[in-house]
């Protein structure tokens, strides 16, 4: 009873915190606009060519783990890395971080790869991932300091003006994402515990983390690398072409949007959901945005890419099913 109170929490608690922001950020706003602009101000061309970019970062995602199963003699097919790759983002929305587990599950079920060595590549792409998240963010820090010390001064989350940080709203959801964030953080951390309880889990674990070092054609690798987070953030930045109030924002306002946005997912609700709209609304006012065209923004292009998400993920668990019936 205990682990299956603790299961439903895991997925209520992330739903209720989303949940929470979104209420906030969106009280006082008329739903009826977004209806206006889905059908009138918006430019579907150019929300297809950014989803395009949606489609090929996970696919990318998906080769670039297959290359890096390959040093530890793992060789599973293609299709499945990539499949299981869009099944991952979508167990994501139902229970947040679950994502990375599921994947290599899939690859034990089809393609019987050890999912310790699995994981432990998954480990090291993320360490990967995590390199990359810090160079842009320095890039965009110093590329354009002054907005992001006036979001941390509106947002009351500045350490200088600690008066305001108590009497903003807006801080009090900063720091529950942080609570929220330490608390995956913490979970992770116990997970990767486990394995090193049991000896032979754990060789084969080590063995995955190390795999990067013996990838065989490396400036593949940093290709793909390069590639998948052009992918992601030319996901979100051609959303701007598709609405009046957008298009004329430039690209060093996408990057800034981009990254806040990608701490912003790291907080554990339904693909970013509430966190996600609250640092891109926020941080697109500060580049003379009014609120709602700003809200509307989030609304729309958040809600089509999780629909993307949940449709990738539908195809992926099809695919792969039907292409390994096939085979056996």
């Known amino acids: 009873m205990n682990k299956l109170i603790k299961k439903t929490l895991k997925i209520i608690l992330p ?6 922001i979104l209420y906030w950020v969106y009280q006082d706003f008329d739903f009826k606009q977004v209806k206006q602009v889905l059908l009138h101000g918006t430019n579907w061309w150019w929300m297809i ?5 949606g489609v090929l970062s996970h696919m990318v995602r998906g080769w670039r783990w297959k290359q890096v199963l390959e040093p530890l003699g793992e060789h599973p097919k293609t ?6 790759v869009f099944v991952s983002y979508t167990a994501n929305l139902i229970f947040p971080r ?5 994947r290599c599950g899939i690859l034990l079920k089809y393609d019987q790869i050890s999912f310790a060595k ?14 990359c998240i810090g160079l842009i963010t320095a890039v965009t820090f110093f590329s354009q300091m002054p907005v992001f010390i006036k979001f941390l001064d509106q947002t009351g989350t500045k350490l200088s003006s600690f ?7 807006w801080s009090y959801i900063v720091l529950a994402c942080l609570i929220a964030a330490a608390i995956v953080i913490y979970h992770l951390i116990r997970q990767y515990s486990f394995y090193e309880r049991v000896k032979s889990i754990l060789v084969n674990f080590w063995e995955g983390f190390l795999s990067l070092r013996n990838v065989k ?4 690798f940093i290709f793909y690398t390069t590639a998948l987070w052009l992918c992601y953030f030319f996901h979100f930045y051609f959303t701007f072409y598709c609405f009046e109030f957008t298009h004329n924002l430039s690209i060093l306002a996408a990057l800034v949007m981009f990254t806040g946005g990608t701490y912003a997912v790291i907080v554990p609700t339904p693909n970013g959901a509430g966190p996600w709209h609250f640092v891109v609304i926020t941080m697109m006012m500060l580049y003379g945005v009014n609120s709602t065209e700003a809200g509307i923004f989030a609304l729309i292009v958040h809600g089509i890419q999780t629909f993307l998400v949940v449709l990738l993920g539908l195809y992926g668990w099809i695919a792969l099913q039907v292409i390994n019936r096939k085979l056996k």
């Open 49 to 53: 060519f950014s989803l395009f970019f």
């Open 163 to 169: 008066s305001h940080m108590i009497s903003s709203v």
């Open 217 to 220: 054609n490396k400036p593949l």
């Open 15 to 20: 739903l209720l915190l989303g949940g929470f």
């Open 98 to 102: 679950i994502g990375d587990l599921t």
């Open 118 to 131: 699995s994981f432990g590549t998954v480990v090291t792409e993320r360490l990967v991932d995590t390199v």
């Open 79 to 84: 299709s499945d890395c990539v499949n299981s």
